[in-house]
């Protein structure tokens, strides 16, 4: 059994910043991909960025030069830390990773955490 339990969200202001933070834990061999994705009311989720095992890196063009993806593969962590926030930021933000608990690979997800940037 393989979880992926996010933290950090919370309520800032426009300007401000955060930073999400996303722990695997559970029948853990090797992880590949992880990344960051966010769902605003009423849109499609999107990706915002994502980070192999070896750490290259993607991000969406709208947080570009803002946010920043980083792991620790010791701890089977990746954070998103999140500056110059805007309030088109305001997200239920999830993330996810590419597991493999020997033989097979698959893709969890986190329950999501609300991320709220006010004008």
């Known amino acids: 059994q393989v979880q992926l339990v996010e933290s950090g969200g919370g309520l800032v202001q426009a300007g401000g910043s955060l930073r999400l933070s996303c722990a695997a834990s559970?029948?853990?061999?090797?992880?590949?991909?992880m990344g960051w994705y966010r769902q605003a009311p009423g849109k499609q989720r999107e990706s915002v960025a994502r980070?192999?095992?070896?750490?290259?890196?993607n991000y969406a063009d709208s947080v570009k030069g803002r946010f920043t993806i980083s792991r620790d593969n010791a701890k089977n962590t990746v954070y998103l830390q999140m500056n110059s926030l805007k309030p088109e930021d305001t997200a239920v933000y999830y993330c996810?990773?590419?597991?493999?608990?020997?033989?097979?690979?698959?893709?969890?997800w986190g329950q999501g955490t609300q991320v709220t940037v006010s004008s």
């Open positions: 980070i192999t095992s070896g750490g290259r890196t």
């Open positions: 996810n990773a590419a597991i493999s608990g020997g033989s097979t690979w698959s893709l969890f």
């Open positions: 559970g029948s853990i061999f090797s992880i590949n991909g």
